[in-house]
């Protein structure tokens, strides 16, 4: 049997270490979107890359992404945000960095197809144990 199995504490300290780095790199990334590019450099990117409705993509992006990576870290409604942290993800892969091939150097897809799986398996897993998730009702955290 898997050793992690055998050892929630091994499984808690996954999760907590998945969420706190995915959940810092969106965060960084939304924060980058305002603050560093500012929203209506964003919304000029994003339309040169060919995002459909840049200019209402672009906050909505930038605030999830700051948002959901807070959430993420602190564990949050953290499946509800990792699954829209992936489609966010899954997207800009798509509409964005897949015909630029893998290496990130030439704009391609490896930062977007990692931050999509890391957000996906926290999706998957749940927070774990040291989350604020942790405190509500089932029905509202799943």
Do not use: C
Not at 52 to 60: E, M, Y
Not at 69 to 90: K, S, Y
């Amino acid at each position: 049997m898997d050793t992690a199995v055998k050892n929630p504490a091994l499984v808690t300290a996954a999760q907590i270490t998945l969420r706190i780095v995915i959940g810092f790199l969106f965060a960084a990334h939304g924060w980058q979107k305002y603050f560093q590019f500012t929203l209506d450099g964003t919304t000029a990117a994003f339309g040169q890359m060919g995002v459909p409705a840049a200019g209402l993509v672009a906050p909505v992006i930038a605030t999830l992404e700051i948002v959901g990576g807070i959430a993420l870290v602190l564990g949050v409604l953290t499946r509800i945000f990792a699954m829209l942290l992936t489609v966010n993800m899954l997207g800009a892969l798509f509409l964005v960095h897949a015909p630029a091939g893998v290496f990130v150097e030439a704009g391609g897809f490896e930062l977007v197809l990692a931050l999509a799986a890391g957000a996906a398996a926290i999706a998957l897993m749940g927070p774990g144990r040291m989350s604020v998730d942790r405190f509500i009702p089932s029905r509202i955290a799943a």
